[in-house]
Antibody, heavy 122, light 109 residues
Framework: QVQLVQSGAEVKKPGSSVKVSCKAS????????ISWVRQAPRQGLEWMGG????????NYAQKFQGRVTITADKSTSTAYMELSSLRSEDTGVYYC???????????????WGQGTLVIVSS | EIVLTQSPGTLSLSPGERATLSCRASQSVSSFYLAWYQQKPGQAPRLLIY???SRATGIPDRFSGSGSGTDFTLTISRLEPEDFAVYYCQQYGGSPPFTFGQGTKLEIK
């Protein structure tokens, strides 16, 4: 059974950075796309970007380009999402999610982490 | 970037009724690349439908998806109490970003 376990809640100051981790277990980590999805309070889902660890190259939504960095450590089956220059509008729950099929960007996501709440406040 | 528009924003129905949710894309989406998710308060989303019409593992057959091009539909044939939630469509074709619709809230009438 695949499980994605994310790091705990964070409170950050405006202008700082946050790094959220997503540790996978129960499956083959490197072959599957890991996406990061944000949900602002009482809002919808927003795809931020993702990575297929075995390929190593990340893709980002234009909105977050330059502020977000997604990486993966194959040795620990852990993906990371770092968001910099934080502002209050970045407050929300950040999810990691795994693609349904191996080696394929273009697929739905079928396993989700529990979400990490990030609060940006002075 | 493909924009997905879901309607209605809120749908009020009773258990046992049929629910029809719509997702319209700003440009054509291959049917292979359209998914539907269900999200309940305080929970992560759950995959219901992928490839526009294929049910994910463990999803009851009262959930069905259809559509092509720019118009897609999620149908719940007979609503159960646990089906009241927010539903999102997502397109994941071509190059990123893989956008979501803004969601439809299905509430108990």
């Amino acid at each position: 059974q695949v499980q994605l376990v994310q790091s705990g809640a964070e409170v950050k100051k405006p202008g700082s950075s946050v790094k959220v981790s997503c540790k996978a277990s129960g499956g083959t980590f490197s072959s599957y796309a890991i996406s990061w999805v944000r949900q602002a309070p009482r809002q919808g889902l927003e795809w931020m970007g993702g990575i297929i660890p075995i390929f190593g190259t990340a893709n980002y939504a234009q909105k977050f380009q330059g502020r977000v960095t997604i990486t993966a450590d194959k040795s620990t089956s852990t993906a990371y999402m770092e968001l910099s220059s934080l502002r209050s509008e970045d407050t929300g729950v950040y999810y990691c999610a795994r693609g349904r099929a191996a080696y394929n960007w273009n697929d739905a996501v079928d396993y989700w982490g529990q979400g990490t709440l990030v609060i940006v406040s002075s | 970037e493909i924009v997905l528009t879901q309607s209605p924003g809120t749908l009020s129905l009773s258990p046992g009724e049929r629910a029809t949710l719509s997702c319209r894309a700003s440009q054509s989406v291959s049917s292979f690349y359209l998914a539907w998710y269900q999200q309940k308060p305080g929970q992560a989303p759950r995959l219901l439908i992928y490839g526009a019409s294929s049910r994910a593992t463990g999803i009851p057959d009262r959930f069905s998806g259809s559509g092509s091009g720019t118009d897609f539909t999620l149908t719940i044939s007979r609503l159960e109490p646990e089906d009241f939630a927010v539903y999102y469509c997502q397109q994941y074709g071509g190059s990123p970003p893989f956008t979501f619709g803004q969601g439809t809230k299905l509430e108990i009438k």
